[in-house]
Nanobody, 125 residues
Framework: EVQLVESGGGLVQAGGSLRLSCAASGFRFDDYAIGWFRQAPGKAREGVSCMSSLDADTYYADSVKGRFTIFIDYGKNTVNLQMNSLKSEDTAVYYC??????????????????WGQGTQVTVSS
């Protein structure tokens, strides 16, 4: 059974950093595309960053390029999102998600099958 559990959210001042972690079980990272998504109040869920270890490209939303980094810690079996230079507009519930890799992937919520419960990130200005 695929399970994803996020942690690391919290309250941070603008300009600060947070690292989100998603503990994964029930699948191998090499067989799946994985990603981080977020949903702010009153807004649709959006893709923040997605990757597959079988694909050379990593996707970042334009709004986070140069500030966020997605990476896998194989030793801890986690997929992480390092978030630097945080802005108030980064405030949202952040979710990790996964889907079996099929040769390509899209960083869009409706393409992902498995979801964590989400973790709140609040950036104060």
């Amino acid at each position: 059974e695929v399970q994803l559990v996020e942690s690391g959210g919290g309250l941070v001042q603008a300009g600060g950093s947070l690292r989100l972690s998603c503990a994964a079980s029930g699948f191998r990272f090499d067989d799946y595309a994985i990603g981080w998504f977020r949903q702010a109040p009153g807004k649709a869920r959006e893709g923040v960053s997605c990757m597959s270890s079988l694909d050379a490209d990593t996707y970042y939303a334009d709004s986070v390029k140069g500030r966020f980094t997605i990476f896998i810690d194989y030793g801890k079996n986690t997929v992480n999102l390092q978030m630097n230079s945080l802005k108030s507009e980064d405030t949202a519930v952040y979710y990790c998600a996964a889907r079996p890799y099929s040769g390509s992937y899209y960083c869009a919520p409706d393409h992902y099958d498995y979801w964590g419960q989400g973790t709140q990130v609040t950036v104060s200005s």
